[in-house]
């Protein structure tokens, strides 16, 4: 990186750092406004720009029209028009696929310029996901300036460039994924902010400690699971992180965080346990509080319409069907009214920490069955992630779901996308390379089930985790093979 570019980059994020402080009384108005503005200045851009969006929006008056107004995105069908999704119109998807074919293109910027990300999946066909180095600093600004408690608004975190925080993120190995995209792309110049290191789900558990027990970190990152058998290992002596007194805080995501295997977390470390609501659409979407179970919905960045099954709003503290999103701060990809099946309560207050962005009060529709596999003896939790970051490699893929069978023994069933063909050899040869990076190859059978469609359960929903065989044996006690962002 040059000179002028780092300068360039550092100011940026330090501007835009300033600029994420939670507002204060004063400040709402401005907030709107500028939530107003960028929500204006997305429909201009995509229509002058985009010949998808341009047709969407043909006939519509982009200063007055209201966001009701708008057509409905959803996955499939922004993934069949992909290439005409992008504003830079030189962006092709075969071209994007095939970068990140290459992992060796992990971290590395295409074209010089954007960020690539795969959606995980867990919801059926994956979609890619292409943003600017602008929306790559906001992602992180938003999370460092509004997802940890502020201790002064005059230059908040020059304190980090003399006691820099120490982070760990536990996820599985690097991909293009998004909860490692986001640190795939962690900005050089922020290095003097926070020291860094990332472990893998699948790490020997006795590793992990070690490393965790030299490390001293100041947040940690990973999904309930994993927090909560972190949990236990402090709880048994091992872990030693409450001891050094330099946790600060520690982070949930990509599952669900009950009230109960909070409080044995905040027990067992003495910090509060954050819960977070992003998705690679939109990875600055929300950051959790520091005081309360909820997440703050960044209102600035992004529009979260909570709805019901016909597109209605549904009144706060009613849980909705699914969601509309609209990113504000992505402009090479507009992502306006975009569907997502997850079952969304708004809170009626404002959130009991001061903090006065609209409050998230709980997140559902994720939750999956708990999968799981027996090494050694001993029973661990198996995240549905390691299925997805090998599916993710299929695009012709449309529907899929996990199904665990037995001990170590589970069936992927996979739909097609229309016109489309699958391969089960390919589908079980990704699975497998996932597998094997993780050192669990060898222990577990697939078989892979080709099918027309994937039928929804009761809800309405299609599950795509689900443990036809049971509880692993005493599973009160079993060791956890997960832990880390989406």
């Keep these: 990186m040059g000179v002028l570019t780092a300068a ?3 100011l940026e994020l330090s501007t835009t750092l300033h600029k994420l402080i939670p507002p204060r009384t004063g400040d709402v108005d401005r907030t709107l406004e500028l939530r107003e503005q960028r929500f204006r200045r997305l429909l201009r851009y ?107 608004r005059f230059l908040p975190h020059i304190g980090r460039l003399v006691n820099p925080a120490r982070m760990v993120i536990i ?24 020291k860094l290191q990332r472990m893998s789900v699948f790490d020997p558990i006795e590793e992990i400690v070690q490393r965790l027990n030299d490390f001293q970190p100041t947040f940690i990152t990973g999904y309930t699971s994993s927090l909560e058998y972190l949990a236990r290992e402090q709880e048994a002596g091992r872990l030693k992180l409450r001891e050094g007194g330099k946790l600060e805080q520690m ?15 905040e027990t067992a470390f003495g910090v509060h346990v954050t819960n977070s609501y992003s998705m690679a659409e939109c990875m600055a979407l ?29 009144p706060k503290g009613t849980p909705g069907s699914k969601v ?57 939790d198996l995240p549905i992630y390691v299925f997805l970051a090998a599916l993710d490699n299929e695009t012709n893929l449309a529907e899929h779901q996990i199904l665990q069978t037995g001990v170590n023994t589970f069936v992927l069933r996979a739909a097609a996308q229309a016109g489309k063909e699958l391969s089960a050899e390919r ?45 692993a044996s005493g599973a009160g006690q079993s060791v956890s093979a997960s832990c880390a962002i989406v």
């Excluded at 057509?71 to 962006?91: I, Q, W």
């Excluded at 982070?251 to 977390?265: D, G, H, T």
């Excluded at 027309?452 to 299609?462: A, Q, T």
Aim: with cysteine; hydrophobic share 35%; charged share 25%.
């Design 324 to 380: 509309l999103l609209t990113n504000l701060y992505n402009l090479v990809q507009p992502i306006i009214r975009y569907e997502i099946d997850d079952i969304v309560t708004m809170s009626e207050s404002s959130c009991p920490c001061g903090n006065l962005l609209p409050l998230i009060e709980s997140v559902g529709g994720r939750a999956k069955d708990q999968l799981w596999i027996e090494v050694d003896g001993q029973s661990r």
């Design 46 to 152: 995509a229509n002058a720009n985009s010949p998808f969006h341009r047709r969407r929006l043909q006939g519509r008056d982009l200063a007055t029209c209201r966001i009701e107004d708008l057509p409905t995105l959803s996955k499939p069908e922004m993934m069949a028009n992909l290439d005409d999704v992008f504003t830079d119109r030189s962006l092709r998807r075969a071209d994007i696929e095939a970068f990140m074919a290459d992992h060796a293109n992990l971290g590395v910027y295409f074209k010089d310029k954007y960020a690539l990300c795969h959606t995980s999946g867990s919801q059926g066909q994956p979609a890619l996901v292409v943003q600017d180095k602008h929306a790559i600093i906001t992602s992180f600004a938003a999370q460092f300036a509004r997802g940890n408690k502020i201790k002064r």
């Design 427 to 471: 589908l079980r040869a990704y699975v497998h390379q996932s597998l094997a990076s993780e050192g669990i190859a060898d222990i577990i059978k697939l078989d892979v089930e080709l099918v027309e469609r994937i039928l929804p359960d009761k809800s309405g929903k299609v599950s795509r985790a689900k443990n036809l065989y049971g509880q």
């Design 286 to 314: 929300s950051c959790g509080c520091p005081v309360c179970r909820g997440s703050h919905l960044n209102s600035d960045l992004a529009i979260l319409e909570v709805v019901d099954a016909d597109n209605r709003p549904v």
């Design 171 to 194: 996820t599985q190995r690097p991909g293009f994924y998004p909860s490692s995209t986001f640190f795939n792309y962690f900005p050089r110049v922020a290095t003097p902010y926070i």
């Design 251 to 265: 982070n949930s995501m990509s599952e669900p965080l009950p009230p109960a295997v909070a409080e044995r977390i």
């Design 8 to 10: 360039s980059e550092l």
